[in-house]
């Protein structure tokens, strides 16, 4: 066993982390922060640790189920689990793509691997009735409203966010 060897550790990102402000949305500016959070990950890698890390995707779900939404009367929309398996591809290969540049940068023989995962869930779990965890960008009431009606959209507000869907 390799003396420097402190164990393993899991890390969980909450994507929300990667959109740094309103101004700061676009899939190249997540991959910036994804850069920063890889550093800090590879220097724990470096001090000895297995590192394994989940991610989530509340906004970046909603980013393509809006997108999917507005494109609907020329394109097929995009059903919900498509969506997020479509998110955990994506941000797993910004996450892949940025160890990869990392290691090469620090000259560390590995690679990062993404894999997309599914879970069963219980439809007639009751948090499904009334459900609380948002998962689309944050709107004024106003342009929530506007949503709500022309998509059908249940929408929320997220004290101090905004409202979402």
């Known amino acids: 066993m390799n003396p420097s060897y402190k164990g393993s550790v899991v890390i969980g990102i909450g994507v929300n982390s990667l959109i740094t402000s ?6 190249a500016h997540q991959y910036e922060a994804v850069e ?6 590879v220097d724990a890698h470096e001090e000895g ?11 970046q779900v909603g980013f393509i189920l809006e997108r999917s939404e507005i494109a609907a009367q020329d394109v097929i ?6 969506a997020v398996a479509d998110i955990q591809g994506a941000v797993g290969y910004m996450f ?3 160890f990869d540049n990392e290691y090469y940068i620090r ?9 997309i995962t599914r879970v069963i869930v219980d439809p007639f779990d009751a948090a499904f009735r009334d459900p609380n965890k948002p998962i689309g960008p944050f709107f004024d009431e106003e342009k929530a409203n506007e ?7 249940s929408v929320k507000e997220d004290p101090g966010n905004g409202w979402t869907f």
């Open 22 to 27: 309103a101004d700061w949305q676009s899939i």
């Open 36 to 41: 920063k959070t890889v550093r800090n990950i």
């Open 49 to 59: 640790w297995d590192v394994v890390l989940t991610h989530g995707n509340g906004p």
């Open 77 to 82: 929309t995009v059903p919900i689990d498509y």
């Open 96 to 98: 892949g793509r940025a």
């Open 107 to 115: 000259n560390i023989k590995k690679s990062a691997v993404a894999i």
């Open 147 to 153: 949503r709500m009606h022309k998509f059908g959209w």
